[in-house]
């Protein structure tokens, strides 16, 4: 503090009269602009390091000495001594006027509490008063959050009366600036008198922890007292209820990821009272009247869709599932929700025929229920399908491919001997590893060197049923053997597993077994050949591939197969005859029929013409393409749509049209070449090939139809919510279904088909940046004269094209005097 700041803080100047009027000079202006950004800046200083100075230090504005000038400097007045400062560091002048002890008024700042402001000056100018909303003005926010009632939630007025109080404090206030020095009746009423303190270090009866409630005690206090006294700027209405109504509708359109309970959250209320917001409707408000109206605008929008396409087509998911999924895919391609049916027990046929016809009806309301095109479904195939289709020749009726090609995955997994000594032998080492405390110690030892944590191993039986849950607990043990190879090669190094090797035969065998090289390639063949079968599956449900591409995908999965057969010498008959097998359940005409009349599998031949591409379809399915084109036309027309079938077969499609409809660009987020618009299949029908006019009818209803159930899928929370018992009220059940209408639609309508909870997962389970280095058993505690590093990828065959990522690259141990190598074969083998 300088010398010329004490000596105004001790003999004041004598005011003197100001001169006659005239224009204000630019000093003048320039103190008063800095003078306002002060109090802006005092205003919103709440919280932080500087909410505590800012209590005891006041914006002024300060006269030449002597002079009898009008004010011409902004300067910085203690409220407890009335000593003046600069104000161009107000940081410093607090530590030094303040915390040093130089104000003998001034005794250490009491803990500010979290959410609770600071003591707040009296003295306000209208230039903050006039952007501030006043606190009180709210409805108290305590009484609601801790209210299990539905009435104590926040009223629809309140905003209005948020903003109502600050016009009326405005135009209630004082047109006055607090002014040190010079004549009162000129410049400036005369300084408040500044507000009582508690004595310093005052003795409370709960002792420390009491400060914390005589803080927020305190503010109440100085709330009641200024109410205009408010953390932030409130937004304008109209910008305020639009924010606000976008908060809502995420809330809403979120639930079952996002619970209604966080629009309760202390810490969102203060952010919105941070940005200048009024807090959220309560819960029960969201829950009724925000998602009634959300809902009947949600409702409309489905409708409307649904009413303009020409027709549709029903996927069921989750039949084996607690609830049903019941969505729409129109023609254009997207896709909207319809409702979830909870199954109580599991379904019947039967029951599922009429459950699908009953959507159907509600779906198509006052048009024909013949502009259903078909129903593609995760169950029911063999059964209530075709009923639905014999009953209405007009649909098309499809078994979903990504739940058929997890079946395949299992019945791999049954019929494979491969598999079988595989997932044997993993249980045999999981269970000895997880029952001897010897064991168990040394592998979690060099699972936190390799791992950075130590785990039990999965232990399952071998799949015997064709049950989902065998299948993936055997998965899930060979996974984890295969993440622990490397602990598990160098645990049965060590020499206490040797001392127990002594005594225990069993310890022996699984020494053996985790030093063989040929129990490894059978553990990493049985897993990359359920992986491969698997990644295939969700590329399938993020594709969503329509029926046209049945037939190019079975024959490429045929050829990945083969080539895992040729990398671990496994038995081609048996795997193919499964896949085959599999294939023949799978199958359905319209698969043949949309591959030959879509645009996008035409084949360009020598003479430069695009035709349909017949030649790849066996003579039994170019007949099912007959029959089926004959069941889905009228009897009058089947004789004219064949000979347009004729004349599709013999001229094709021009060769630009070909080439606009096969035109590919790579995804931005995938990098893979796409389809640039998947829309003109069916629109080269409707357009270009008109003189089609009967094979164009059932080109346009194949063409669009999907051939994966999977949708919107509900939530754990949500399948609590819908399958709650019934003696709760049915309006909850009413609400449920409605939330999870317009949580659906939103996410098709973004066609976000992925799972929340498993993007989190992948998020939370990768490695960080810092954290992917190479960590390396330490050399003195392995005997290098037993280890091989060997790379269990060598080896690929060419014709084997999709890469089986496993742990990256397995490296294994093996107690084998060379490594391996490729031979002419391209296969890995040992010397």
């Given amino acids: 503090m300088s010398a010329d700041e004490g000596a105004s803080a001790s003999v004041p100047p004598p005011p003197e009269a100001p001169p006659a009027g005239g224009a204000m000079g630019a000093e003048e202006a320039a103190a008063r602009k800095r003078y306002e950004a002060l109090l802006q800046v005092r205003a919103k200083?709440?919280?932080?390091?500087?909410a505590w100075y800012w209590a005891h230090l006041e914006p002024v504005l300060a006269p030449p000495p002597g002079s009898g000038a009008p004010p011409k400097t902004a300067r910085l007045r203690c409220v407890l001594c009335a000593a003046t400062f600069s104000a161009s560091n107000p940081s410093r002048t607090a530590s030094e006027h303040l915390k040093r002890g130089a104000c003998p008024n001034?005794?250490?700042?009491?803990?500010?509490?979290?959410?609770?402001?600071?003591?707040?000056?009296?003295?306000?100018?209208v230039a903050a008063a006039s952007s501030i909303v006043p606190i009180s003005s709210f409805p108290p926010s305590t009484q609601r959050r801790h209210s299990t009632g539905g009435g104590g939630g926040r009223k629809r007025h309140a905003l209005a009366a948020a903003y109502a109080a600050v016009e009326a404090a405005a135009a209630a206030a004082s047109q006055q600036h607090v002014v040190l020095g010079g004549e009162p009746a000129a410049y400036s009423s005369t300084p408040p008198t500044p507000p009582a303190l508690p004595a310093p270090r005052q003795a409370l009866s709960g002792g420390r922890g009491d400060l914390s409630a005589l803080?927020?005690?305190?503010?109440?206090?100085?709330?009641?007292?200024s109410p205009v006294a408010s953390p932030g700027a409130m937004l304008p209405r109209q910008q305020a209820e639009a924010a606000l109504s976008l908060l809502a509708d995420w809330f809403l359109e979120s639930s079952g990821s996002v619970s209604l309970a966080a629009a309760e959250h202390p810490k969102l209320g203060a952010f919105l009272r941070q940005v200048g917001l009024p807090e959220l409707p309560s819960r029960a408000e969201l829950a009724r009247a925000r998602l009634a109206t959300r809902y009947a605008e949600a409702r409309a929008d489905v409708a409307a869709r649904v009413r303009d396409a020409r027709f549709f087509q029903l996927a069921a998911d989750g039949w084996r599932e607690p609830v049903v999924s019941l969505a729409v895919n129109l023609p254009n391609g997207t896709s909207v929700f319809h409702r979830a049916v909870p199954m109580a027990a599991p379904p019947s046929s039967d029951y599922a025929e009429e459950?699908?016809?009953?959507?159907?009806?509600?779906i198509s309301a006052a048009s024909d229920i013949q502009h259903c095109a078909g129903v593609v479904a995760d169950r029911f195939g063999s059964k209530a399908l075709r009923d639905l289709e014999s009953k209405h020749p007009w649909m098309v009726n499809l078994p979903c491919q990504a739940h058929d090609l997890t079946r395949l995955a299992r019945d791999l997994a049954r019929e494979l001997p491969l598999f079988h000594s595989a997932a044997a032998n993993c249980v045999k080492i999981a269970t000895y590893f997880n029952a001897t405390p010897t064991a168990r110690a040394l592998l979690h030892k060099h699972q936190v060197q390799e791992h950075g944590h130590a785990m039990l191993l999965r232990v399952a039986?071998?799949?015997?049923?064709?049950?989902?849950?065998?299948?993936?607990?055997?998965?899930?043990?060979?996974?984890?053997?295969?993440?622990?190879?490397?602990?598990?090669?160098?645990?049965?190094?060590?020499?206490?597993?040797?001392?127990?090797?002594?005594?225990?035969?069993?310890?022996?065998?699984?020494?053996?077994?985790?030093?063989?090289?040929?129990?490894?390639?059978?553990?990493?063949?049985?897993?990359?050949?359920?992986?491969?079968?698997?990644?295939?599956?969700?590329?399938?449900?993020?594709?969503?591939?329509?029926?046209?591409?049945?037939?190019?995908?079975?024959?490429?999965?045929r050829g990945k197969v083969r080539g895992w057969c040729r990398k671990f010498n496994a038995d081609e008959g048996v795997a193919m005859n499964v896949v085959e097998n599999r294939f023949r359940k799978s199958y359905h005409p319209a698969w043949s029929a949309a591959f030959i009349l879509d645009p996008l599998y035409l084949i360009k031949d020598p003479?430069?013409?695009?035709?349909?591409?017949?030649?790849?379809?066996?003579?039994?399915?170019?007949?099912?393409?007959?029959?089926?084109?004959?069941?889905?036309?009228?009897?009058?027309?089947?004789?004219?749509?064949?000979?347009?079938?004729?004349k599709w077969r013999s001229e094709g499609l021009d060769p630009l049209y070909a080439q606009a409809?096969?035109?590919?660009?790579?995804?931005?987020?995938?990098?893979?070449?796409?389809?640039?618009?998947?829309?003109?299949?069916?629109?080269?029908?409707?357009?270009?090939?008109?003189?089609?006019?009967?094979?164009?009818?059932?080109?346009?209803?194949?063409?669009?139809?999907?051939?994966?159930?999977?949708?919107?899928?509900?939530?754990?929370?949500?399948?609590?919510?819908?399958?709650?018992?019934?003696?709760?009220?049915?309006?909850?059940?009413?609400?449920?279904?409605?939330?999870?209408?317009?949580?659906?639609?939103?996410?098709?309508?973004?066609?976000?088909?992925?799972?929340?909870?498993?993007?989190?997962?992948?998020?939370l389970t990768e490695g960080d940046d810092d954290m992917l280095t190479d960590q390396t058993p330490d050399p003195s505690s392995v005997d290098k004269k037993m280890l091989c590093r060997v790379n269990l990828t060598e080896g690929v065959h060419p014709d084997f094209t999709t890469p089986v990522p496993i742990i990256g690259v397995l490296v294994g141990f093996l107690p084998f005097g060379q490594c391996s190598r490729r031979n002419s074969a391209g296969q890995g083998t040992f010397v």
């Fill in 45 to 50: 200083a709440v919280k932080g390091k500087g």
């Fill in 106 to 125: 001034f005794a250490a700042p009491l803990a500010v509490v979290p959410g609770a402001s600071p003591p707040q000056p009296q003295a306000l100018t």
């Fill in 215 to 225: 803080a927020r005690f305190e503010d109440s206090v100085k709330r009641l007292k």
């Fill in 355 to 362: 459950v699908m016809m009953d959507a159907v009806s509600s």
């Fill in 461 to 557: 039986a071998p799949p015997s049923n064709d049950t989902t849950n065998e299948f993936t607990a055997s998965f899930a043990m060979l996974e984890d053997v295969l993440t622990s190879a490397r602990p598990l090669q160098l645990a049965v190094l060590e020499e206490p597993y040797k001392l127990v090797c002594i005594d225990d035969s069993a310890a022996r065998e699984i020494a053996g077994m985790v030093q063989n090289r040929a129990f490894w390639t059978e553990v990493e063949a049985a897993h990359s050949l359920v992986k491969l079968i698997t990644d295939t599956v969700k590329e399938m449900e993020t594709e969503r591939p329509l029926v046209g591409q049945c037939i190019p995908l079975w024959e490429d999965l």
């Fill in 607 to 646: 003479s430069g013409r695009y035709l349909p591409p017949f030649n790849y379809l066996s003579p039994e399915q170019e007949r099912d393409v007959d029959m089926l084109i004959r069941r889905l036309v009228s009897p009058e027309e089947a004789h004219l749509a064949m000979m347009e079938l004729m």
């Fill in 661 to 763: 409809v096969q035109v590919r660009q790579p995804d931005p987020a995938t990098g893979k070449m796409k389809i640039a618009n998947k829309q003109s299949s069916r629109l080269v029908w409707e357009t270009c090939l008109k003189e089609l006019t009967s094979l164009g009818k059932v080109a346009v209803r194949l063409i669009f139809l999907h051939a994966t159930a999977k949708s919107f899928r509900c939530t754990p929370t949500m399948v609590r919510w819908l399958t709650a018992s019934s003696a709760r009220a049915a309006g909850s059940i009413s609400r449920a279904q409605r939330l999870v209408f317009v949580a659906a639609n939103s996410k098709l309508e973004r066609k976000d088909f992925s799972n929340d909870d498993d993007r989190d997962m992948e998020l």
